[in-house]
T-cell receptor, first 115, second 109 residues
């Protein structure tokens, strides 16, 4: 148990479905992140919320939509996904400090399969 | 472009020592992380290096040479539970975190 909880752990969806991934952190951190992890590839940063402001990643398709209602909760809304979106989606949090090392605490991930 | 290179997979024997290398080419440098990720679990923080030299933490040590763009993670007295992926990540000049693809370490009895 890392203090970052992700649900669901596994999700199978069709290309026309709408679903959401949820992340909750109990560490009092002020920044939250969504990462995509595909086999044998580096982690891809999708979205960052730092001090409740969203930092965009322009390469993320609009079929992924983040929401951060407060500093403890983060959602990733999914709609009309493609099979290549199948991956492990990791949530992380940190105590953001621009001048230093932000050690990330990760959740165990949501394994997404798009049929 | 920015790049982090790590071996894809390594195999070692229980009780032995293994060194996992990481080389990087990034726009600036503000520190380097190592994370451990067991299959199906969250990546967890192992070490952070920002100055040259060796940082020791129990059975694990991490080394950094900024002039060579090189780091390694040294694992001693290997145990079966050390079977995991090891992720190297560098903070660049814009404080963005650049990740390697990870090294899968297999420990054999």
């Amino acid at each position: 148990e890392t203090g970052v909880t992700q649900t669901p752990r596994h999700l199978v969806m069709g290309m026309t479905n709408k679903k959401s991934l949820k992340c909750e952190q109990h560490l009092g951190h002020n920044a939250m992140y969504w990462y995509k992890q595909s086999a044998k590839k580096p982690l891809e940063l999708m979205f960052v919320y730092s001090l409740e402001e969203r930092v965009e990643n322009n390469s993320v398709p609009s079929r992924f939509s983040p929401e951060c209602p407060n500093s403890s909760h983060l959602f990733l809304h999914l709609h009309t996904l493609q099979p290549e979106d199948s991956a492990l989606y990791l949530c992380a949090s940190s105590q953001a400090d621009r001048a230093g090392a932000n050690v990330l605490t990760f959740g165990a991930g949501s394994r997404l399969t798009v049929l | 472009g920015q790049n982090i290179d790590q071996p894809t997979e390594m195999t070692a024997t229980e009780g032995a020592i293994v060194q996992i290398n990481c080389t990087y080419q990034t726009s600036g440098f503000n520190g380097l992380f190592w994370y451990q990720q067991h299959a199906g679990e969250a990546p967890t923080f192992l070490s952070y290096n920002v100055l040259d030299g060796l940082e020791e933490k129990g059975r694990f040590s991490s080394f950094l040479s900024r002039s060579k763009g090189y780091s390694y993670l040294l694992l001693k007295e290997l145990q079966m539970k050390d079977s995991a992926s090891y992720l190297c990540a560098v903070i660049d000049s814009n404080y963005q975190l650049i990740w390697g693809a990870g090294t899968k370490l297999i420990i054999k009895p």
